[in-house]
């Protein structure tokens, strides 16, 4: 019964930056959780960050101190700030909720890293 919008994809050059959002809404079950995965062809779905409700984060070694996972709680929100941008971040981004234990996904969003 939730519903994520996500925003913020889109095509960038190398070593740009990107700000992905996503609003949950419609929620009838308090969020554990809320992040990102992203998916390329063929690959294997990664989890690039979590974020907890309490604020405690997790993230890929592959982004690790590059991008950041932020939430606000009151509007079950989150926002990944994505930092020198490389060509192998190109993929679709998911955001889900974890709803201690049930989770939602939204619909994905393109981020296209390309000179």
């Known amino acids: 019964q939730v519903q994520l919008v996500e925003s913020g994809g889109g095509l960038v050059q190398p070593g740009g930056s990107l700000n992905l959002s996503c609003a949950a809404s419609?929620?009838?079950?308090?969020?554990?959780?809320m992040g990102w995965y992203r998916q390329v062809p063929g690959k294997q779905r990664e989890l690039v960050a979590t974020?907890?409700?309490?604020?405690?984060?997790d993230y890929a070694r592959s982004v690790r101190g590059r991008f950041t996972i932020s939430r606000d709680n009151g509007k079950n929100t989150i926002a990944l700030q994505m930092n020198s941008l490389k060509p192998e971040d190109t993929a679709v981004y998911y955001c889900?909720?974890?709803?201690?234990?049930?989770?939602?996904w939204g619909q994905g969003t393109r981020v296209t890293v390309s000179s």
């Open positions: 889900y909720a974890d709803h201690y234990g049930p989770v939602d």
């Open positions: 419609g929620s009838r079950f308090s969020i554990y959780a």
């Open positions: 974020i907890t409700r309490g604020g405690t984060t």
